[in-house]
């Protein structure tokens, strides 16, 4: 069982910068927690993958919409996951959440790879 705790949401002026936390537990790298992800729901639309880091040798991959604006990263014990988060737009707001996964959810970035989920953090970017 993998528990994932996301923070670091909150209201932010359309151009700032935000970082987002999620504390991975317990910690050490298994199977299912090969990789962690950061995920985004805007109300109305469907959940959409937004960077993934495959947490042993850290290769990071982006969805293009995020790419040069957000940076995934982890913390020296790979027990605690960032998401950076600059030049923000309107558009960005969203309910953000974590995710652990298998090698293939980060290779592929589809949902189904990652099976286990943190309760989201709100990110609410004003213009």
């Known amino acids: 069982q993998v528990q994932l705790v996301e923070s670091g949401g909150r209201s932010v002026q359309a151009g700032g910068s935000l970082r987002l936390s999620c504390a991975v537990a317990p910690s050490g790298i298994t199977t299912t927690s090969r990789c962690v992800g950061w995920f985004r729901q805007a109300p109305g639309k469907e959940r959409e993958g937004v960077a993934r880091?495959?947490?042993?040798?850290?290769?990071?991959y982006y969805a293009d919409s995020v790419m040069g604006r957000f940076t995934i990263s982890q913390d020296s014990t790979k027990n605690t996951v960032f998401l950076q988060m600059n030049s923000l737009k309107p558009e960005d707001t969203a309910m953000y959440y974590c995710?652990?996964?298998?090698?293939?959810?980060?290779?592929?970035?589809?949902?189904?790879?990652?099976?286990?989920w943190g309760q989201g953090t709100q990110v609410t970017v004003s213009s």
């Open positions: 995710a652990a996964g298998t090698y293939t959810g980060c290779v592929t970035g589809g949902r189904s790879s990652f099976g286990y």
């Open positions: 880091i495959y947490r042993s040798v850290a290769n990071t």
